[in-house]
């Protein structure tokens, strides 16, 4: 019996995620249909936080209630909401039930009740199914009296998380932030979840934080995060993006001046330090600032005062300083480019954000997020990746990271679109739409590929057949450029420093002569 299964779960000492999992899977089994979908709401967005039967990308998609009109049927009345086979309104997961893998077809049943928790809504259950005529009226009738036993996983779930928080708070850390509340970094892998437990940690102290990784992992996100879980959450989080300061305003933005203070000063202003005083200062692209705009800058991180450009008086602030760096700043303090003192007072706790390539499968949960978001942009119905093109993004070494994700994802939308996709269709991404430098089984232009092995002969793990294809793709580039990195890096579309980084770990051995050039 279902009721026995899911009162089982209830007592059972289970991880939440776990216990929601298995809610989703017991439920599937239980009605016979292709998907069932736990959903959060928060601030007028749903998010899954359990899904079964829907592919991998599915987690992360956020549906706005106000674009969707069956999930916001199903959250205006408390009975089971059924919708028929023939229903006009879009339904979000057309193309997304992973049975038939390869061929995008739509969802033909559909019935959803709303999930409340200590009397206001908390979010919506769905399921889903390929045969019209699977949910009949004994099915309604079941999910309206299993309501009762999912709402009490779901408090049961939250009460969890509650006790886990004071926990938390008992030991200096500081409670869980809701999907949706401006703190929410997509993903689900160990090496994500590891870090993001660290910064909770680092989180409560005042401790400046210095966040380093290649361009495009996503610095800003876990430097807001880190704010938002601060006890300065509620105070002001002020961003300077130091690459973008020419050096001869940099003062003045950074500390700002009084009327006078040189030409073109019609008014006093303060700086960004004053901007952020009681709250947090988030210096992104550090090691872009100049040696004087350094000492500055160490000056007012070690006395907690500023002064005006063309005023005598400091002025006392109260600012953490979070920075974040695609550098490696260690080797800017070697060479003579960075204040070795400086870069003392803002690494007190160094944090590495992961790339995208060492995250697994959050490549398709990211993926999921980016065609929702165009998906809507675009006016689709529904908008998916073929098992192919998925295979492609999972295997590609993503120099670029997430944002180049995104990138690829917002081009083969609008590249299908402009090749004669219809919107009001399933419009599904295949890996030549998406356009990767280097995708499975292609080979890296001016370089050799290895031939596929006889039958029957094992073949090398995928990561080796990259790694061999981005050695190629390197020393040709290098060889191009008469062994000038610089030149390589432009060469292969990839910022100098993670080029110096990729090339270290695949073994390259860098000259003296060449590494700078």
């Known amino acids: 019996m279902l009721d026995d299964t899911l009162l089982a779960d209830l007592v059972a000492d289970l991880p939440s995620a ?6 989703v899977r017991t439920l599937r089994e239980e009605f016979r249909c292709g998907a069932v979908c736990l959903l959060r709401l928060q601030d007028g967005v749903l998010a899954p936080v359990a899904v079964d039967g829907l592919v991998r990308e599915a987690l992360g998609r956020r549906f706005e209630v106000a674009r969707h009109p069956r999930l ?6 408390r009975r089971t909401t059924v919708f028929p086979p023939d229903s006009t309104l879009p339904d979000p997961y057309d193309g997304l039930v992973e049975q038939h ?7 033909h049943d559909c019935m959803g009740i709303s999930l409340h928790v200590e009397g206001e809504a908390w979010g919506v259950l769905t399921l889903d199914a390929l045969v019209a005529g699977t949910f009949d009226d004994a099915a309604r009738g079941a999910l309206e009296r299993y309501a009762l036993l999912i709402e009490a ?16 708070a008992h030991h200096g850390e500081v409670a869980h932030i809701e999907p949706g509340d401006g703190g929410e970094i997509l993903g689900h892998s160990a090496v994500l979840q590891r870090l993001l437990r660290e910064l909770d940690v680092v989180a409560e102290s005042d401790l400046p934080v210095l966040l380093s990784g290649e361009t495009g992992v996503g610095k800003e996100l876990f430097a807001r995060r880190l704010h938002l879980r601060s006890p300065r959450r509620h105070t002001p989080l002020v961003q300077v993006n130091c690459a973008a300061l020419p050096e001869s305003l940099a003062e003045s933005e950074l500390f700002g001046h009084v009327k006078g203070a040189f030409s073109g000063a019609t008014s006093d202003r303060a700086g960004r330090f004053e901007a952020a005083d009681g709250g947090t200062l988030f210096l992104d692209e550090v090691g872009e600032l100049s040696p004087s705009i350094q000492a500055k800058l160490l000056r007012a991180l070690q006395n907690g005062e500023v002064q005006r450009l063309g005023e005598d008086t400091p002025r006392r602030v109260d600012v953490r300083i979070i920075a974040a760096t695609n550098r490696h700043l260690a080797d800017g303090v070697r060479d003579g480019h960075f204040r070795a003192d400086l870069y003392h007072r803002l690494s007190v706790y160094p944090v590495v954000i992961p790339p995208l390539r060492e995250r697994g499968s959050d490549v398709l949960v990211l993926a999921g997020h980016f065609l929702e ?22 295997a590609y070494h993503w120099p670029g990271n997430v944002r180049e994700l995104e990138h690829v994802i917002s081009r ?20 030549e739409g998406l356009d990767l430098p280097i995708t499975v089984g292609e080979a890296v232009p001016g370089t050799a590929v290895a031939a596929a092995p006889p039958s029957g002969t094992a073949m090398r793990p995928l990561r080796e057949q990259v790694d061999q294809a981005q050695r190629h793709a390197i020393r040709a580039a290098l060889a191009a450029s008469g062994g000038r990195w610089a030149e390589a890096a432009r060469r292969l579309a990839i910022d100098p420093s993670n080029l110096h980084k990729l090339a270290r770990r695949l073994g390259i051995k860098q000259l003296p002569e060449s590494k700078g050039g």
Do not use: F
């Open 18 to 23: 776990v216990r929601l999992q298995r809610l």
């Open 72 to 77: 916001a049927t199903i959250l205006t009345t």
């Open 101 to 107: 893998p390869g061929e995008p077809l739509h969802v």
């Open 153 to 168: 996983a779901v408090r049961v779930t939250r009460l969890e998380q509650d006790l886990r928080a004071l926990r938390m």
């Open 373 to 394: 978001i165009n998906r809507a942009r675009l006016g689709v119905r529904s908008l998916r990746l073929s098992p192919q093109a998925e295979a492609a993004l999972s």
């Open 412 to 431: 083969a939308a609008i590249k299908a679109l402009g090749q004669g996709a219809r919107r009001d269709d399933i419009v599904t991404l295949v890996p």
